[in-house]
């Protein structure tokens, strides 16, 4: 017998929590938990899960049950996060750096800080020549202070955690 709680904001965010788990989810029998007076005592609550698999032919390992102790509300904001602006003015770039990458991966093959575009094209013909494939020489700088902003992630004020409680076969 497998027990475990988990917080959640919504019953379908438990069942993926569940599953990530490796477990699954046959139904919900919140219900007939409390009709059967809500036991969590561990010895109560295993001997209505015994009950209930028998009935509901409940016999795989990994299978079991998701109970609702207290419902959770989902977040419904369209846009949950507030962007933080912290760099401001001019930006003032410092060192040139020439890269090489691959076109049909997307790979960072060499990067190359303080050298010309001259010497930059003499590595990628030595490059070419041993990889055998397409490679795209992109100019990047580097800059001082990089962190332009942050993206803070902010939860509605109606969604709140609920919590739920997975009862299953052990695997």
Avoid at 117 to 139: F, P, R, Y
Wanted: hydrophobic share 35%; net charge positive.
């Amino acid at each position: 017998m497998f027990i475990k709680e988990y917080s959640a904001y919504g019953y379908q965010s438990a069942v993926k929590m569940v599953k990530n788990d490796g477990y699954n989810v046959c139904k919900n029998k919140t219900q007939t938990w409390k009709n059967s007076g809500c036991p969590l005592r561990d010895k109560e609550l295993r001997a209505f899960a015994v009950e209930l698999f028998e009935r509901e032919n409940i016999r795989l390992a990994g299978d079991g049950v998701l109970l609702v102790i207290k419902s959770g509300v989902r977040n419904r904001r369209t846009h949950p996060f507030k962007f933080k602006n912290i760099k401001r003015g001019r930006t003032k770039y410092k060192n040139r750096c020439y890269i090489w990458r691959r076109d049909d991966t997307g790979e960072v093959i060499m990067k190359l800080p303080g050298v010309g575009k001259k010497d930059a094209l003499i590595i990628g013909k030595e490059l070419v020549s041993t990889l055998q494939t397409n490679l795209t020489l992109e100019i990047t700088y580097e800059v001082p202070n990089s962190v332009a902003g942050h993206l803070v992630y902010t939860v509605s004020k109606d969604a709140a955690l609920g919590l739920y409680l997975f009862v299953g076969i052990e695997k």
